[in-house]
């Protein structure tokens, strides 16, 4: 597509429910990222794609986390059994290339998370 | 995780002032990169640097990269209402896997 697309926008969940949360990064674009924004704060890093492998999870705060990509585009984060402390904006971004683009990543507009 | 420290956290200034924030790491980069976050939205990027000591401008915005290459700084000219909004600087990390790391923000609001 023209652009990084994530769906859902809004997601509202209870806590302990399992979430999926959706990139379809820029067609022809390799590598693809996940970060989380929570509020008042910056982007804090969780997982990088190079096709469909994953070669830095280092970002992913717990086991709860778990991310997969398929087919060398779109890719789903889940999180399991949701704490209140998951709520945050899950940006996605992707760029040509490798990880260390020059010219930088292209976000989506993020998932904002809920847990009540 | 790691993270760029940006300062200020925030400010409020009135339409037409000049702004100027900065963003500091103890590792040094060797790209810096300036990214605006409107409500709502992602990231996009607005000025990238690849040297140290280099200066580039964008419009009304003006980066630098730091000598010390630990450091960047952006200034906005003339501000306007749409300037608000989040600030992220963000450097590319090598070590391990190259990715960039994110600065904290500046969150800019633009009094009319």
């Known amino acids: 597509g023209a652009g990084v697309s994530q769906s859902p926008s809004n997601k509202v969940t209870e806590k302990g429910k399992d979430v999926e949360l959706r990139c379809d990064p820029i067609?022809?674009?390799?590598?693809l990222y996940w970060y989380r924004q929570s509020l008042g704060q910056g982007l804090e890093f969780l997982i990088y794609?190079?096709?469909?492998?994953?070669?830095?999870k280092s970002g992913l705060p717990s086991d709860r986390f778990s991310a997969e990509r398929t087919g060398g585009s779109v890719s789903t984060l889940t999180i399991q059994r949701t704490q209140q402390e998951d709520s945050a904006v899950y940006l996605c971004?992707?760029?040509?290339?490798?990880?260390?683009?020059?010219?930088?990543?292209?976000f989506g507009s993020g998932t904002r998370l809920t847990v009540v | 995780g790691q993270q760029l420290n940006q300062s200020p956290q925030s400010m409020f200034i009135q339409e037409g002032e000049d702004v100027s924030m900065n963003c500091t790491s103890s590792s040094i980069f060797n790209t810096w990169l300036w990214y605006k976050q409107d409500p709502g939205e992602g990231p996009v990027l607005l000025i990238a640097l690849y040297k140290a000591g280099e200066l580039t401008s964008n419009g009304r915005l003006t980066a630098q990269f730091g000598i010390t290459r630990k450091d960047s700084f952006l200034n906005i000219s003339a501000s306007i209402p749409s300037d608000v909004g989040i600030y992220f600087c963000?450097?590319?990390?090598?070590?391990?896997?190259?990715?960039?790391?994110f600065g904290t923000g500046t969150r800019l609001k633009v009094l009319a």
């Open positions: 971004a992707s760029s040509p290339g490798y990880g260390g683009s020059a010219y930088g990543y292209t």
């Open positions: 794609f190079q096709g469909n492998s994953a070669p830095d």
């Open positions: 067609s022809g674009h390799t590598a």
């Open positions: 963000a450097g590319l990390s090598t070590s391990g896997t190259y990715k960039y790391i």
